[in-house]
T-cell receptor
Framework: DAGVIQSPRHEVTEMGQEVTLRCKPI?????LFWYRQTMMRGLELLIY????????DSGMPEDRFSAKMPNASFSTLKIQPSEPRDSAVYFC??????????????FGPGTRLTVT | GEDVEQSLFLSVREGDSSVINCTYT??????LYWYKQEPGAGLQLLTY?????DMKQDQRLTVLLNKKDKHLSLRIADTQTGDSAIYFC????????????FGRGTSLIVHP
């Protein structure tokens, strides 16, 4: 099993540019989570999908952020336009959803975003 | 709402035991987790305990749960330099939500 795959691993962009982060969850997992990690705020949940449907997006900072999950094996997090305060490590995590394992989360390696 | 508190740092000598503590507020918590994050990597699920248990042991790891005080601890026996990482405590309340609340993480530093 390849685990959760995220791309790119590092992204450096200028303020105002569009940024798209990608995630491939573990095959067979039915829940997907996007998190943001910073020193100041720790680990923040941005959005949670279950069976490809957004269930809770209350953590999405503002309209500049959007997330999609067009199918069970792919999700994107888009920031448009990006700002320096968006600089963080963004993690994708997936969860099996099987009885007894529904709350376990498996994290990808993260995308380190730097907005200058 | 839920709140999970952890101390930020812990320093131990190689070979000693490490005890990382966590407190939570949600009295209906059903699942409590420990994750490990090594530098430059994502969080890795280490172990978990259900709220109807008091203790769980898995090789060098021992999880203790005090439901009355809402206190969770992770003990690492014979701590090695490879155990140096950030350890996160997380709770998921009962009631069907799949959304965990994470603590800020405890940085464990193991020195020779």
């Amino acid at each position: 099993d390849a685990g959760v795959i995220q791309s790119p691993r590092h992204e450096v962009t200028e303020m105002g540019q569009e940024v798209t982060l990608r995630c491939k969850p573990i095959s067979g997992h039915n829940s997907l989570f996007w998190y943001r990690q910073t020193m100041m705020r720790g680990l923040e949940l941005l959005i949670y999908f279950n069976n490809n449907v957004p269930i809770d997006d209350s953590g999405m900072p503002e309209d500049r952020f959007s997330a999609k999950m067009p199918n069970a094996s792919f999700s994107t997090l888009k920031i448009q336009p990006s700002e320096p305060r968006d600089s963080a490590v963004y993690f994708c995590a997936s969860s099996p959803g099987r009885p007894g394992q529904e709350y376990e989360q498996y994290f990808g390696p993260g995308t380190r975003l730097t907005v200058t | 709402g839920e709140d999970v508190e952890q101390s930020l740092f812990l320093s131990v000598r190689e070979g000693d035991s490490s005890v990382i503590n966590c407190t939570y507020t949600d009295s209906s918590s059903t699942y409590l987790y420990w994750y490990k994050q090594e530098p430059g990597a994502g969080l890795q699920l280490l172990t978990y305990i259900f709220s109807n248990m008091d203790m769980k042991q898995d090789q060098r790891l021992t999880v203790l749960l005090n439901k009355k005080d809402k206190h969770l601890s992770l003990r690492i026996a014979d701590t090695q330099t490879g155990d140096s990482a950030i350890y996160f405590c997380a709770e998921i309340p009962s009631g069907g939500s799949y959304i965990p609340t994470f603590g800020r993480g405890t940085s464990l530093i193991v020195h020779p």
